[in-house]
């Protein structure tokens, strides 16, 4: 009873059913208690929640419609909803369990996302960069294949990259562009000078094409469509065209004579046609022209049906247009492009179709047979192909009709009937009636007779004369037994054969037969003879010299892979330098050859084929030749042959690279962090200075001592606190006045975006940074140190210097607590054009606050060195600060440190060594006299060398004059042999120093040039120096 009631409850809690007596009616009449009691007591414990209405689901509508058979109706129905319930809680738990893991790996994933966008771009670092002076690809930023394949096609025709790289308007045509397609092709125009800029000397393996593409998918009011390669490329050349006519004759727009996109890619044809008897024609102008490919095998057939609508010969096709105009070309191109129409409407379908018929093309194609100056030949040659063509028709026919013989439906080659008839006549001839059937006896192998009667029967086969039943043995079809012995061979095929012919008859027919089979051969042989004949005259029509004089070379063939509606565009391009075909496949760029070319752009095969091929004049060697120097004639490679605008906005893009893979490495390398370097040379890297130019922690605002704090702000500066101590120290230093600028704006970030969080956070650090520049500097404390701005604003660096410093700090990867910020500070830099920026000119302001730190560094270990006594240490950095803070003097006042303070320094380390040597030397021993030589050599006359070169105060000279004396008065006292050789040694040093270049040796390395740091060091050794204590800042 206690089973059954607890079976009955846990039907009860799984089918959701509540009617008692219908559920142990049903257990009663089906016996489901003894069946499925144990089944449920452990399938509840194991099986998934979502699982188990499903279980009792089939366990009651098998119980109740295989064991009962009765309608279900009621309980039928209660059970479906049940299941109906039961799998959607499943379907929703599905999802929600897929929203959860999608939340985590969205998380974990975020960074490496961002560089792996597309699908095809590869993760490592080491796959970005671009290998050696390899072609780099375009990155498919959506449906975008069609642009990369363009693109690459016209960059790698150099005169058209040369076009785009100096494209250049004046001030006054600027001014003049007013209207809305004006300046929208200008803008796209720099877009794409950026971009080949990139192409060009770029560290990527491939480039980013957004900017450019988003103005052409604004034209083309759509951002996810597939565009039609021939819809772009006109529309790119429309853009372009207009372009560089504002270029080439700003006061004219009509007159397109002097604008080079006409002279490179326009031509154009005379149309004619007879009206009236009278021969009309115009001519027209035109870009792309467009080839039909239904119905035609090669490119010239195309250009044929292209050019002629009259009554005219295809070399390989019997197909006749008839109509009345022909065109010529009048003018071609340099560059000749060529559009094939392999798209066609489907009227029954209502959708367009791809046309994948195969289409031959060469790779050298001569266009004099098209051209208007040879009308008359062209016409002569085309009568004689008419001619020719109907010759070869009628060889053909009669070739035909030997292969195919007979008034029947089936066909045979007549020179094989004649030779089976002959091998029927000269057959022996036998009496027996064909329709006896020959049997040969084998015997089995366990026969020990076996082989005496093969012998014998072999032995007996002969025709026989008699006409009774019984049938010879060589006439038996042999038995064959496939598991107890082998099949033996047939000697000899029965064939039918006449059943009498006299010798005179089979001679007459041999004979005849023999000479007919001759005859037909000789004649098809000549017949073939006369095709190829022809055939050949047909094909060398058009390649005399004098149709030979205009030949184009394939530069670049598009090709399409898909159906009308969807597919992929790559590119195969001609490297004319190193003469091998290159494949450019978006991202990818590999090294191909004319025979994969072939494959995938001919068609018929597959579902690629070639949609677009780019010709050049060969004759032109100029559309092919690289850059070169004015002066030295030499090649331009990479950088050199960029404008030095684009020169410096590709340099900047590289050093955005480099930050990126070493921002990669960080993050997923997880490489110890090593403590910066110092080193001698006054060029330091950019990266270092922006690393470097972090403010100091600034004071915690005061509240208003009226008002409540603000809950928000406390909030705000919290989480901002928070991110602080996330970061290590230097990241601490670099980045809290950036995120404490970025908790103000909280309140404007939520109501407005990241965009208007962004500006007020950047006037929030502007005004903060302003302010502490205007702050005097103390002998304790110098305000630049805290940061790079502060330097910037007291030596009146530009303004486009200083908020682009600053919005690079709001770009910084350490904003990890408000990436938004950051993707939009990144954003607003990648908008920066070249022309809006000289990179040079920022670079230099960097460097300089890099060696102002640099040399900050040198006077505070030196002047560290000295409170401990090392004066030969402190002599070395004092030396290298004095040397960097003059260069840095003399570009203003405010760049560098206070020079007396370090000339103060050195003369008391030259004066504390120079008598440490003299003490030595006058000791009379030989060990202390050639320390104190070294000294002398090594440190002190060095540094008078330097002081001499320099611009000298009267304390330095008054110095100089005193080591001097001291050490010439020595001469006149008396001292050992020793004692003279040295001093003769080094004296004329000390009094001529102009007889020598000093090289000053290389520093030590110092202590962490971060401002935090060196504000601190500062403080403790002014403080040590005034009070005459030694303090030693850890």
């Known amino acids: 009873?206690?089973?059954?009631?607890?079976?009955?409850?846990?039907?009860?809690?799984?089918?959701?059913?509540?009617?008692?007596?219908?559920?142990q009616s049903t257990l009663k009449r089906t016996g489901l208690k003894m069946i499925f009691g144990s089944v449920l007591d452990s399938c509840i414990s194991y099986l998934p929640l979502a699982l188990l209405p499903l279980f009792a689901f089939l366990a009651m509508s098998w119980a109740v419609g295989l064991f009962s058979g009765e309608p279900r109706d009621d309980l039928q129905a209660a059970i479906e909803l049940s299941l109906q319930e039961s799998q959607n809680a499943q379907t929703e738990e599905r999802e929600l369990n897929r929203a959860l893991e999608a939340s985590t790996e969205e998380s974990a994933a975020r960074v490496k996302r961002k560089r792996c966008e597309n699908a095809g771009e590869s993760c490592s670092p080491a796959d970005w960069i671009r290998l050696d002076d390899w072609p780099v690809g375009i990155r498919n930023v959506g449906n975008t294949c069609w642009f990369s394949a363009v693109i690459q096609s016209l960059f790698h025709l150099p005169v058209f990259r040369?076009?785009?790289?100096?494209?250049?308007?004046?001030?006054?045509?600027?001014?003049?562009?007013?209207?809305?397609?004006?300046?929208?092709?200008?803008?796209?125009?720099?877009?794409?000078?950026?971009?080949?800029?990139?192409?060009?000397?770029?560290?990527?393996?491939?480039?980013?094409?957004?900017?450019?593409?988003?103005?052409?998918?604004?034209?083309?009011?759509?951002?996810?469509?597939?565009?039609?390669?021939?819809?772009?490329?006109?529309?790119?050349?429309?853009?372009?065209?207009?372009?560089?006519?504002?270029?080439?004759?700003?006061?004219?727009?009509?007159?397109?004579?002097?604008?080079?996109?006409?002279?490179?890619?326009?031509?154009?044809?005379?149309?004619?046609?007879?009206?009236?008897?009278?021969?009309?024609?115009?001519?027209?102008?035109?870009?792309?022209?467009?080839?039909?490919?239904?119905?035609?095998?090669?490119?010239?057939?195309?250009?044929?049906?292209?050019?002629?609508?009259?009554?005219?010969?295809?070399?390989?096709?019997?197909?006749?247009?008839?109509?009345g105009q022909e065109r010529w070309f009048s003018k071609l191109p340099p560059v000749l492009t060529f559009e094939l129409s392999r798209f066609e409407f489907n009227q029954s379908l209502g959708r367009p179709e791809k046309i994948h018929k195969k289409l031959e093309f060469p790779q050298i194609i001569y266009m004099d047979r098209y051209l208007h100056k040879n009308v008359e030949q062209t016409h002569g040659r085309r009568?004689?192909?008419?001619?020719?063509?109907?010759?070869?028709?009628?060889?053909?026919?009669?070739?035909?009709?030997?292969?195919?013989?007979?008034?029947?439906?089936?066909?045979?080659?007549?020179?094989?009937?004649?030779?089976?008839?002959?091998?029927?006549?000269?057959?022996?001839?036998?009496?027996?009636?064909?329709?006896?059937?020959?049997?040969?006896?084998?015997?089995?192998?366990?026969?020990?007779?076996?082989?005496?009667?093969?012998?014998?029967?072999?032995?007996?086969?002969?025709p026989s004369d008699s006409t009774g039943s019984s049938i010879s043995t060589a006439q038996r079809t042999p038995i064959h037994k496939p598991f107890t012995q082998c099949r033996p061979p047939i000697e000899t095929p029965i064939h039918p054969a006449p059943h009498s012919i006299t010798e005179e008859e089979l001679r007459f027919v041999k004979g005849c037969l023999q000479r007919w089979r001759m005859e037909v051969e000789n004649n098809i042989n000549e017949l073939k003879a006369g095709i190829e004949r022809v055939s050949q005259d047909l094909e060398s029509m058009y390649l005399d010299s004098s149709l030979c004089q205009v030949p184009y070379r394939l530069h670049a063939v598009l090709v399409h892979e898909g159906q009308a509606s969807a597919g992929h565009y790559w590119a195969y391009i001609y490297d004319h330098t190193h003469r091998r075909w290159l494949k450019y496949n978006d991202v990818m760029v590999t090294e191909s050859s004319w025979e994969e070319l072939v494959r995938d752009s001919y068609g018929g095969m597959t579902n690629a084929s070639a949609y677009c091929l780019m010709y050049i004049n060969d004759k032109?060697?100029?559309?092919?030749?690289?850059?070169?120097?004015?002066?030295?004639?030499?090649?331009?490679?990479?950088?050199?042959?960029?404008?030095?605008?684009?020169?410096?906005?590709?340099?900047?893009?590289?050093?955005?690279?480099?930050?990126?893979l070493r921002e990669w490495e960080e993050q997923f390398c997880q490489r110890p962090p090593e403590e910066p370097q110092v080193s001698n040379t006054t060029s330091m890297a950019f990266t270092e200075s922006t690393?470097?130019?972090?403010?100091?922690?600034?004071?915690?605002?005061?509240?208003?001592?009226?008002?409540?704090?603000?809950?928000?702000?406390?909030?705000?500066?919290?989480?901002?606190?928070?991110?602080?101590?996330q970061h290590g120290t230097e990241e601490t230093e670099a980045m809290q006045g950036v995120i404490m600028a970025i908790a103000k704006s909280r309140q404007v970030f939520d109501k407005d975006g990241p965009e208007a969080g962004l500006i007020k956070a950047f006037h929030e650090e502007y005004s903060r940074l302003f302010e502490l520049s205007q702050e005097e500097a103390t002998?304790?404390?110098?305000?630049?140190?805290?940061?790079?701005?502060?330097?910037?604003?007291?030596?009146?660096?530009?303004?486009?210097?200083i908020e682009r410093t600053l919005l690079e700090q709001f770009g910084d990867r350490n904003l990890s607590f408000d990436d938004s910020i950051m993707r939009e500070a990144r954003g607003k830099l990648r908008l920066i054009k070249p022309e809006d920026m000289d990179m040079e000119e920022y670079l230099q302001w960097h460097e300089d606050y890099s060696m102002f730190r640099t040399v900050f560094a040198y006077l505070?270990?030196?002047?560290?060195?000295?409170?401990?006594?090392?004066?030969?240490?402190?002599?070395?950095?004092?030396?290298?600060?004095?040397?960097?803070?003059?260069?840095?003097?003399?570009?203003?006042?405010?760049?560098?440190?206070?020079?007396?303070?370090?000339?103060?320094?050195?003369?008391?380390?030259?004066?504390?060594?120079?008598?440490?040597?003299?003490?030595?030397?006058?000791?009379?021993?030989?060990?202390?006299?050639?320390?104190?030589v070294s000294i002398m050599n090594d440190s002190v006359i060095p540094c008078m060398h330097l002081i001499v070169r320099d611009s000298m105060s009267q304390e330095d000279l008054d110095m100089i004059e005193a080591i001097r004396n001291r050490w010439c008065s020595y001469l006149g006292q008396d001292m050992d042999e020793y004692q003279q050789e040295k001093l003769g040694e080094f004296l004329p040093r000390v009094l001529d120093c102009s007889s020598e270049n000093v090289v000053l040796k290389e520093p030590p390395k110092v202590q962490s040039k971060s401002p935090h740091d060196l504000c601190s060091r500062l403080a403790a050794v002014m403080e040590s120096l005034h009070s005459s204590s030694v303090v030693i800042v850890k």
């Not at 006058?922 to 060990?927: C, D, H, L």
């Open 162 to 323: 040369r076009l785009v790289l100096s494209y250049c308007l004046s001030e006054q045509v600027l001014e003049k562009c007013k209207s809305h397609s004006d300046k929208r092709n200008i803008a796209f125009m720099q877009e794409l000078r950026c971009l080949f800029a990139l192409m060009v000397g770029s560290t990527r393996r491939f480039v980013d094409p957004s900017a450019a593409v988003e103005l052409l998918r604004d034209a083309f009011r759509t951002s996810e469509a597939q565009q039609d390669v021939s819809e772009f490329t006109h529309k790119l050349l429309d853009w372009l065209e207009d372009a560089f006519q504002l270029a080439a004759n700003g006061n004219n727009p009509e007159d397109k004579q002097e604008n080079p996109m006409v002279q490179l890619f326009y031509g154009t044809f005379v149309a004619e046609r007879v009206h009236e008897g009278k021969i009309l024609s115009n001519i027209e102008q035109f870009g792309q022209y467009p080839l039909q490919v239904n119905g035609f095998n090669n490119l010239d057939e195309c250009l044929e049906g292209a050019m002629v609508e009259g009554e005219i010969e295809i070399l390989h096709s019997d197909q006749m247009v008839s109509s």
């Open 860 to 932: 505070l270990t030196g002047l560290e060195q000295y409170q401990n006594g090392k004066y030969v240490e402190s002599l070395n950095y004092l030396a290298h600060a004095y040397q960097d803070n003059e260069s840095l003097l003399s570009g203003g006042e405010k760049k560098g440190v206070e020079q007396s303070l370090i000339a103060l320094y050195r003369r008391k380390c030259l004066k504390e060594l120079e008598e440490s040597a003299a003490t030595l030397f006058r000791s009379a021993e030989e060990s202390g006299v050639a320390e104190g």
């Open 1 to 23: 009873m206690f089973q059954n009631q607890m079976l009955i409850n846990q039907l009860r809690e799984i089918t959701g059913i509540q009617d008692l007596q219908l559920l």
């Open 779 to 801: 002998p304790q404390q110098d305000p630049r140190l805290q940061h790079i701005l502060v330097y910037f604003f007291q030596n009146k660096a530009p303004n486009r210097v």
């Open 383 to 462: 009568g004689e192909v008419k001619r020719l063509k109907e010759q070869l028709t009628l060889l053909q026919q009669k070739l035909e009709s030997y292969k195919n013989y007979g008034s029947g439906p089936v066909k045979y080659p007549l020179a094989d009937m004649l030779q089976y008839v002959l091998e029927f006549a000269t057959t022996k001839p036998t009496s027996v009636s064909p329709t006896c059937t020959t049997v040969t006896n084998q015997s089995t192998p366990s026969d020990p007779n076996s082989d005496e009667n093969s012998q014998s029967d072999l032995g007996d086969m002969a």
């Open 691 to 725: 690393d470097q130019a972090e403010p100091n922690l600034p004071e915690e605002p005061a509240q208003d001592p009226v008002k409540e704090p603000n809950t928000q702000e406390n909030t705000e500066d919290h989480t901002a606190i928070k991110s602080l101590e």
């Open 620 to 660: 032109l060697p100029h559309l092919i030749s690289e850059d070169t120097d004015d002066e030295t004639g030499q090649v331009l490679q990479g950088m050199d042959s960029l404008p030095p605008i684009l020169r410096r906005y590709v340099r900047e893009d590289n050093r955005w690279f480099q930050q990126e």
